[in-house]
């Protein structure tokens, strides 16, 4: 009796093992295939100088092509990477890839730009980061100063004393350095201005909201003003409307990334803006202006 109920527990437990539970493993189970089924691909989106209207760099952003799931975006699979230890794998893959893709957009004759790779957590921790960096760069013919490094806070945080190590090497070398997301994780003012940083990127977040939230558009011009008193340019990400483009352009920004000009693109894709050399539409700005 005891054991027909305890199996009729263990049968209503396992009916109620809910979705969740199964698809995390059949995640973990494709993730895990996908690296040898070659699923993953970058995507490139352009980041524009609001000065000129260029595009001034690339951010190269992780798709998985599931072959039942169609794409799969980063915030789905990332986090589950890092936990089955897979992201520097990854992730030395991504370097690799954008760095050699920058320099066939080079050597086509196109616009030359900065490529920005986002690293992952476990990607940074590793002792020998920058001689990875270093000799991806060498394999790929990829000029150093090419290539900027994004990431955030959090990560830095981890452990300040050996993340100033590794950003200085990076200095070193020539590499930018960008601090991702800013505003949504922890970080001491203090320690930022020990950080060899090019670009404080503000978090689509902000973005999104400060033509509605009072609260957002102060921080938005916080960041802007700490920025400038640090000597780093500031990239808005997340911009989709007009109205953003022309707050953030009065008030200093230097560079935008967003829907507004272009969702991140296919590496085909990108090559067609690169060949046409488009630009932002920035008439409201200059009106203003002029
Ligand atoms: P992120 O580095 O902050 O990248 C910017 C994100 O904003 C991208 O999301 C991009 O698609 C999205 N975005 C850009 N413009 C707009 C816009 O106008 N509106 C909206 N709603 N979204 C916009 P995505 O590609 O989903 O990537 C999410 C995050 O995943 C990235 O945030 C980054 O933290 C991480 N990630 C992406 N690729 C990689 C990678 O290769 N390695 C690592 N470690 N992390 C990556
Ligand atoms: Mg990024
Ligand atoms: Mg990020
Ligand atoms: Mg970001």
Known sequence: WAKAQGRGCIRSYTSEMNAQVVERLTMEQS????WERQEFVLHYQPIMDLQTGNMVAVEALLRWQHPR??????????????????????GEWVL???????RRWQDAGLPMLTMSVNLSTQQFIQVDLTDRVAHILDETGLPPSCLAIEITESQIMQDVESAVASLRAFKEMKVHLSI???GTGYSSLIHLKRFP?????IGKDFIHDFTKTPE??????AVISLAHSLGL????????????LRFLWENGCEEMQGHYFSPPLPASEMEGLLQENRQLPLRLAYQQCH
Request: include cysteine; proline fraction near 7%.
């Open 31 to 34: 993730l895990r295939q996908a």
């Open 69 to 90: 799931l169609g794409v799969v975006p980063p915030a789905k699979f990332i986090p589950l990477a890092e936990e089955l230890g897979i992201m520097p794998t990854v």
């Open 180 to 182: 991702d997301d800013f």
């Open 96 to 102: 690799r890839t954008a760095c050699l893709q920058s």
């Open 216 to 221: 957002d558009e102060t921080i938005v011009l």
């Open 233 to 244: 340019k500031v990239v808005a990400e997340g911009v989709e409307t007009e109205e953003q």
């Open 197 to 201: 940083l090019n670009r404080l990127k």
